[in-house]
């Protein structure tokens, strides 16, 4: 690796690091903290002049394809298609509505028709980077707003991607070929890409993962991710389409898959850093000096594109959702110029359909739409409810309520960490209860046959941040961990205490020795394996000696506390008279039809009569203990039976009543 190169990196990461805290004490997003550091190491100034901004652009070009990747795994094929009414109408009438708006303004202004055209390219799309970080930073992908918003930056991608294209027939300079041609061409290459996908999608993804998944390793499965990801990337740029889309199409072929989910943990940790970088090589585009001497231009300009832009994008929106709060919070995160509109802007300029002024005054409006940004979105909500209060005294009211806009929300839910026999009886006890619940499991084949069955369970390995934070952890109000590895029990305890420390954590363990460790990690509590099974079992030992149900108890609870002197603070433990007998407790359950219905315990007289003794009737929740002997009994009721089993077997075939439903129920 180039040493200079590694050097920029440091410089890049020391000068984060302050501008960013400094911003998240003042609650400004990180976004502009980026920007803010770009636009302090700029290259003009004289102490970063070493800085090459030109390599600092390409690895920052690695961000716009790693948050297209994510985003595209949030994504699916059948989502896409749910939503082509919103790509289609709302992406068209958008960037065909904005570029007009801004040529005729232009044109007004006494700009040349083609140059006008050209500015209208150069606004009317939005920054993909940019919102699509703000709406992961909020977990707002998957709000109606965000997806909307996602479906027009799609089709922004796609269209500007002809825009360049078409760069020379503004300038007149077509190379030999008509615009049908051009047109031809590129419908050519997107048949490719979109074949190639297909092929993908249907032969060679699912089960390409689903074998990787099986061997359980995280190398191979990392490897496997990262050829789907750039074989997809290297056919667009071969093919001169947008790498950005290629690597938001990989993303989805993914998402089709129950793997997309650890595929998405795998690929964050490199988003996050390089997005970073891409922010700051857009804030170090900025010539502060000249943005200083012309703020007050600057503003005026970025605050026109950013009302020019609210407007035709909440147009759009409206002709597909109404007008209400989601057009207007998908046209916020619209608002903002495009980091490609930079490179538009060069393609341009190559043939003089801009001036190096021109490129000054539109670097640095765009620049300040990028620093409003995420304040914008911020406030608003508060704003649209401020305008409906408003629009509601002249008796006009909007669509779109902030309420049930957004899809079912994980809160106060439970994650089982783990689909084996533990698991699957947390998972259905859960149900039973009507607690919400969501699973994360490791095993392929579980995962998807539990899918099919209608079971909330996700592919990931819990041990990772991301496949935490895709179950929202951070507001779940109970994590149980099932898993018998107690390695990863103890990483899962740790990072899920991290993410959230009022959640409730159990986790089970084979050994009492592992108990303290995850308990000083974060458990609440810890369920001992060896301690469980000698407990119940010690307990049927005891009940078939038949030791006092009391004295159990007592013996019981000085297991637990593991202190035999608590034996001289309980009750005293009856004499252990280790008599070997047949007699044991049973609950036999009075069947419809029984010739018990309707008799008292005196009329029946069982003990004289089947030599049967009844020391308790359960009837529905009531345990009735202290009976009479005028006590009848009624349909349905569990008798709780004490005799030899000969004796209770005989009074069952006299007396009709069922099986035992039990033994040893005491």
């Known amino acids: ?42 290259p003009k100034f004289g102490i970063f002049r ?36 919103e790509l289609l109408i709302g992406g068209g009438v958008q960037v065909f509505g904005t570029l007009g708006v801004i040529a005729l303004i232009a044109i007004a202004f006494a700009l040349p028709v083609n140059q006008a055209i ?20 909020k977990g707002a992908v998957n709000t109606a707003y965000g997806q909307v918003s996602v479906a027009v930056t799609i089709f922004q991608d796609i269209a500007a991607v002809i825009m360049i294209i078409l760069v020379p027939l503004f300038a007149g300079e077509s190379g030999g070929q008509s615009l049908i041609q051009i047109i031809q061409n590129l419908v050519i290459k997107f048949l490719i890409v979109i074949v ?94 000249f ?51 930079f490179v538009l802007f060069q393609e341009g300029s190559k043939y003089s359909l801009m001036g190096q002024q021109a490129w000054n005054f539109f670097l640095g ?14 406030y608003a909500p508060a704003f649209f409810e401020f305008i409906k209060k408003w629009l509601v005294k002249f008796n006009i009211k909007l669509s779109g309520d902030v309420e049930g806009e957004e899809e079912e929300i994980l809160e106060d839910h439970l994650i089982i960490v783990g689909y084996g026999i533990v698991g699957r009886r ?61 390695a990863a029990a103890s990483s899962i305890v740790s990072l ?42 010690l307990s049927q030992l005891l009940k078939h000696f038949m030791i006092p149900v009391d004295s159990i108890d007592n013996i019981m609870f000085c297991q637990k506390n593991e202190d035999t002197e608590s034996l001289g603070t309980r009750p005293a433990v009856a004499e252990l008279s280790h008599t070997k007998s047949e007699h044991n407790i049973y609950a036999i359950r009075v069947p419809k039809n029984s010739p018990l219905i309707g008799k008292s315990l005196m009329e029946l007289d069982l003990r004289k009569n089947y030599g049967v003794l009844v020391i308790m009737i359960k009837r529905g929740d009531t345990e009735i203990v202290n009976m009479d002997s005028n006590e009848k009994i009624m349909d349905k009721d569990i008798l709780v039976t004490f005799g030899s089993k000969t004796k209770i077997n005989d009074f069952i075939k006299k007396s009709g009543a069922k099986k035992p439903e039990s033994e040893n129920v005491i």
């Open 1 to 42: 690796m180039d040493i200079k190169l590694l050097f920029e990196l440091i410089i890049i990461s020391a000068c984060t690091i302050p501008v960013v805290l400094i911003c998240h004490r003042l609650k400004i997003s990180v976004i502009v903290g980026f920007l803010l550091t770009g636009v302090l190491i700029n």
């Open 50 to 85: 070493f800085m090459d901004q030109h390599t600092i652009h390409i690895l920052s070009e690695v961000g716009i394809i790693c948050l297209l990747f994510t985003i595209g795994l949030e994504f699916s094929i059948t989502k896409i298609k749910s939503m082509r009414d």
């Open 118 to 137: 050209f500015l209208g390219c150069l606004i009317a799309i939005s920054s993909t980077a940019l919102k699509l970080s703000i709406l992961q930073n």
């Open 196 to 289: 190639v996908s297909a092929i993908f999608h249907t032969l060679i993804v699912p089960k390409m993962l689903y074998y990787v998944a099986k061997t359980q390793s995280r190398e191979l499965f990392v490897v496997t991710v990262f050829f789907i990801f750039t074989s997809i990337v290297g056919l667009t740029g071969y093919l001169g389409i947008s790498i950005a889309l290629g690597a938001f199409i990989a993303g989805v072929l993914i998402s089709e898959s129950q793997y997309s989910h650890r595929a998405h943990s795998v690929i964050m940790p490199f988003k996050d850093i390089f997005t970073s970088i891409f922010f700051v090589s857009q804030g170090m585009m900025l010539d502060l000096s």
């Open 291 to 341: 943005a200083l001497a012309n703020l007050h231009y600057l503003l005026l300009i970025a605050i026109a594109i950013i009302i020019i832009k609210l407007i035709c994008a909440t147009i759009a929106v409206s002709l597909v959702r109404g007008v209400g709060f989601v057009s207007f919070m998908a046209s916020v995160y619209l608002a903002q110029i495009s980091e490609f509109s």
């Open 365 to 378: 409006a765009s620049i300040i739409t990028m620093l409003l940004s995420p304040s914008m979105v911020d």
């Open 426 to 486: 947390v998972a259905y006890g859960a149900k039973l209860a009507g607690i919400k619940y969501i699973v994360i499991e490791m095993n392929p084949d579980t995962v998807k046959k539990e899918q099919e069955n209608g079971i909330p369970i996700i592919y990931g390995d819990a041990t990772e941040d991301a496949v935490l934070e895709q179950v929202k952890i951070e507001s779940a109000k109970a994590i149980v961990i099932t898993i018998p590895n107690i």
């Open 496 to 537: 899920s205490y991290k993410l959230n420390e009022n959640a409730y954590i159990l986790v089970r363990s084979r050994f009492d020795l592992d108990s303290q460790n995850l308990l000083g990690l974060g458990a609440k509590d810890v369920i001992i394996e060896e301690n469980e099974v000698s407990y119940e079992m």
